[in-house]
């Protein structure tokens, strides 16, 4: 190379956030939080594939895939919330202090029609 040639590293924009991500999942802490989310996916994939219908679309289309989707999810989000419940009362609470407890949580926000 010349000396009016230099070369030019380009990074991209997220690159920092992406390295300090690997350096935390590469810590003990960050292993032990990795390995227990993977099973917390694996779990959910293995249950949608096993009672929820993803070993194969039922359907041809991208929508109407999607859509078999979404309702497989919204199926375990609402076992999840009935196991939850379920739980609860096993605790002793009353269903005013549920219904309390679940004003706070994410899944009570949504609007039935």
């Known amino acids: ?17 992406v390295e300090r991500a690997n350096t935390l ?3 003990t802490w960050g292993k032990k939080v990795y390995r227990r989310q993977a099973e917390t996916v694996e779990r959910s994939f293995a249950d949608a594939k096993q009672h929820h219908g993803h ?22 989000n609402i ?21 309390q407890i679940t004003a706070y949580t994410s899944f009570s926000r949504l609007k039935m029609a």
């Not at 990074?11 to 920092?16: I, L, P, T």
């Not at 289309?61 to 375990?76: H, N, P, R």
């Open 79 to 99: 076992k999840k919330i009935a196991l939850v419940e379920a739980y609860l009362r096993k605790m002793g609470l009353t269903r005013h202090q549920i219904r």
């Open 55 to 76: 070993g194969y679309a039922r359907f041809r289309g991208l929508l109407k895939v999607q859509s078999q989707c979404l309702l497989a999810a919204a199926a375990q």
């Open 1 to 17: 190379m010349s000396q009016h040639h230099k070369r030019v590293i380009t990074r991209h924009v997220f690159e920092a956030s």
């Open 25 to 27: 999942r590469l810590t």
